[in-house]
């Protein structure tokens, strides 16, 4: 099993800028691709960004792209989402997850574990 536990949501203004972590233990050797979902009131769970554990190989949903970061501590077991230039429509609970498969999966039901999730909220 791979617990996981995610800190740094919060309320901010809309133009600033939050860092997202999600600390990995247990069978973390079991991980291949550590990844960020969303959720906002309403809407389906969505993909954000995720990294590949081994060579940092790392890939974005279209709405993120240049503006959010995805890395990794290998050391700390912890991948981190650093997100800038945040919008009203970047407001939703984001959840970590962990995939113990092949390439990079974008889609939720590909993920074995996950985040209890943290909450994002970006007043406009």
């Known amino acids: 099993q791979v617990q996981l536990v995610e800190s740094g949501g919060g309320l901010v203004q809309a133009g600033d800028s939050l860092r997202l972590s999600c600390a990995a233990s247990?069978?973390?050797?079991?991980?291949?691709?550590m990844a960020w979902f969303r959720q906002a009131p309403g809407k389906e769970r969505e993909f954000v960004a995720a990294i590949r554990w081994s060579g940092g190989r790392t890939d974005y949903a279209d709405s993120v792209k240049g503006r959010f970061t995805i890395s990794r501590d290998s050391a700390k077991n912890t991948v981190y989402l650093q997100m800038n230039s945040l919008q009203a429509e970047d407001t939703a609970v984001y959840y970590c997850?962990?995939?113990?498969?092949?390439?990079?999966?974008?889609?939720?039901?590909?993920?074995?574990?996950w985040g209890q999730g943290t909450q994002v909220t970006v007043s406009s």
């Open positions: 997850a962990a995939d113990t498969g092949w390439g990079i999966a974008t889609v939720s039901n590909r993920y074995n574990y």
């Open positions: 247990g069978r973390t050797f079991s991980m291949s691709t």
